[in-house]
């Protein structure tokens, strides 16, 4: 109903669509999938006192018809259900949240007493008996701002019911169907959503329209003090091929098999005296460090050094044994072994590093790919397991659209019999040797 809004095609009641929408699960058979659970009628609270935070994911086809993964956060004020969502294209980091947080006061004109939150790890460093403790930004945040932060278990209905409504109901709505172009037309679109229908329609269970009830509830928010953050300084790098970064006239380690032929790229943060190297794409942590005052070091963990304690047989052995056809497995590490001897360690346990990341089936599927197409090398490797899926599916599409072109019957009966030349192999043979077609 939102989508057809959208589109211009008009304006439909919600009930008109749905029986649209039934009657074609009826004709097309296609399921409706539900879960269903228990939940406890909990009392409305008053104007202005609770806000609820979550996060979520969701994976979107793009315009270049390939898959992407987008993050999002969202927002509700528990009295009006007053909702704001912001989305990036990696994990959220408590940097994130603060900007996220600082977003929806401005967004709202004000904040609500209380924030309650999932015991989330960019929030939370740990539960102290009882005491949380919270991560070192969160807490400078929070003492700023003056709003208490309550923690609650995840997928509990009583404590944060409300927000896990609007996560499921920003991927049903919003996100189910839409295709991505880029980060900031998705923000713009999710924002004009939010006016649309996330705010602007009736809600089912307060049978009000949060934009209405928001206006009579932003008087009890409280002031906005624009809390400053310590100023921290960001810098884009490259991995090297010796898994370090530069910074400073220095070589900072990452973990070994970190680097990527294709260009991994990292950002340095800086605070006081400490470096943390994150991946740009995941927002994963890889390394901290203490920055060094001298100039032409290499500042390594020894968590980082590649594991020199196992021999390359045994190694070897285990590559062989992660792959379900060992056969196969033990020609592609044989030929790894002649093409890098002198790396062959660093081969191995790069795709040893895989296994904990991809499914059984995705290994042998890369593993015959390789073979196959004779990519003989850790890195080719790699790359397969996060192209494979990708191009098996681009595959599909384009069988499927060649099965639905039309022919003429003529055309369809001359290609049934077209019989294409072939040639024998030492034709081609003789070619690559010098020779010339029908010529000694």
Not at 38 to 57: C, R, T
Not at 156 to 162: L, R, Y
């Amino acid at each position: 109903c939102d989508w057809l809004e959208e589109q211009n095609y008009g304006n439909y009641a919600e009930s008109t669509v749905r029986r649209y929408v039934k009657q074609l699960r009826v004709k097309y058979k296609i399921d409706k999938h539900t879960k269903r659970r228990q939940y406890e009628a909990v009392p409305e609270l008053p104007m202005g006192l609770q806000g609820q935070v979550d996060f979520g994911q969701t994976t979107q086809m793009t315009t270049a018809g390939s898959r992407i993964k987008l993050y999002f956060y969202a927002f509700v004020l528990a009295h009006s259900r007053y909702k704001y969502i912001e989305w990036q294209l990696r994990p959220f980091v408590t940097d994130d949240l603060i900007r996220c947080l600082q977003n929806t006061f401005k967004f709202l004109g004000g904040k609500p007493k209380q924030i309650v939150y999932d015991q989330d790890r960019i929030i939370v460093v740990s539960e102290n008996n009882g005491d949380i403790i919270f991560t070192q930004a969160f807490q400078a945040f929070r003492q700023t701002e003056h709003f208490e932060a309550i923690e609650c278990r995840g997928f509990d209905p009583e404590s944060k019911g409300k927000i896990e409504n609007v996560v499921k109901f920003v991927k049903s709505s919003f996100a189910r169907g839409r295709i991505f172009k880029d980060i900031r037309s998705w923000n713009n679109e999710s924002m004009d959503w939010l006016q649309r229908r996330g705010n602007g329609k009736q809600h089912n269970g307060t049978k009000q329209v949060p934009a209405v009830i928001f206006a009579e509830e932003q008087p009890h928010l409280q002031p906005i003090i624009n809390y400053q953050p310590a100023q921290e300084v960001a810098i884009e790098r490259t991995i090297r091929k010796d898994n370090t970064v530069m910074y400073q006239s220095n070589r900072y380690s990452v973990p070994f098999g970190s680097y990527d032929a294709h260009g991994r790229q990292v950002v340095l943060k800086v605070n006081d005296d400490n470096l943390t190297i994150i991946d740009q794409q995941t927002g994963e942590i890889l390394s901290e460090h203490q920055i060094s005052t001298a100039s032409g070091k290499l500042i390594q963990r020894s968590s980082d050094r590649r594991n020199r304690s196992v021999g390359i047989p045994k190694l070897m052995a285990q590559v062989v044994q992660s792959f379900t056809d060992q056969t196969a497995a033990h020609q592609f590490t044989k030929q790894l072994h002649q093409k890098y001897p002198r790396y062959i360690r660093d081969q191995l346990q790069v795709i040893l590093r895989l296994r904990g990341d991809y499914s059984q089936q995705a290994l042998d599927k890369a593993l015959e790919f390789c073979l196959k197409q004779h990519l003989i090398s850790a890195t080719d490797f790699k790359a397969t397991m996060e192209m494979l899926p990708e191009y098996e599916a681009h595959l599909d599409r384009v069988r499927d659209e060649l099965a639905t072109l039309p022919l003429a019957e003529a055309t369809q009966a001359k290609l049934e019999i077209l019989q294409p030349e072939v040639r024998s192999l030492e034709v081609y043979a003789k070619i690559l040797k010098g020779a010339h077609h029908g010529t000694n």
